[in-house]
Nanobody, 114 residues
Framework: VQLVESGGGLVQAGGSMRLSCVASMRIGNGNLMGWYRQVPGKQRELVAS???????NYEDSVKGRFTISRILAKNTVYLQMDSLKPEDTATYYC?????????WGQGTQVTVSS
């Protein structure tokens, strides 16, 4: 299983950005897909997740601003981030939990300037 993220970069506060995660396996086959983020010196935290049935879950600080979605035919999961804040600056990682274990992408840097 491989995950490849893209879409990170630099954006001003209040702006938007969309991250993409392309998986090498079918993302709807009983898999849990998630986006995590990490800043230096802190633990990686869950930002948003989506189950095989499409149920979504969000970390409190991003509710109403971030949206996780997917296109099964493309084996791709997205994270739409709106109203970005400087505190959203982090490296964002895609994660897949399958019956065979957990897999991480390489990460993509998101920097929000004030």
């Amino acid at each position: 299983v491989q995950l490849v993220e893209s879409g990170g970069g630099l954006v001003q506060a209040g702006g938007s950005m969309r991250l993409s995660c392309v998986a090498s396996m079918r993302i709807g086959n009983g898999n849990l897909m998630g986006w995590y983020r990490q800043v230096p010196g802190k633990q990686r935290e869950l930002v948003a997740s989506i189950t095989a049935r499409g149920t979504t879950n969000y970390e409190d600080s991003v509710k109403g601003r971030f949206t996780i979605s997917r296109i099964l035919a493309k084996n791709t999961v997205y994270l739409q981030m709106d109203s970005l804040k400087p505190e959203d600056t982090a490296t964002y990682y895609c994660n897949a939990v399958t019956p065979w274990g957990s897999t991480w992408g390489q990460g993509t840097q998101v920097t929000v300037s004030s």
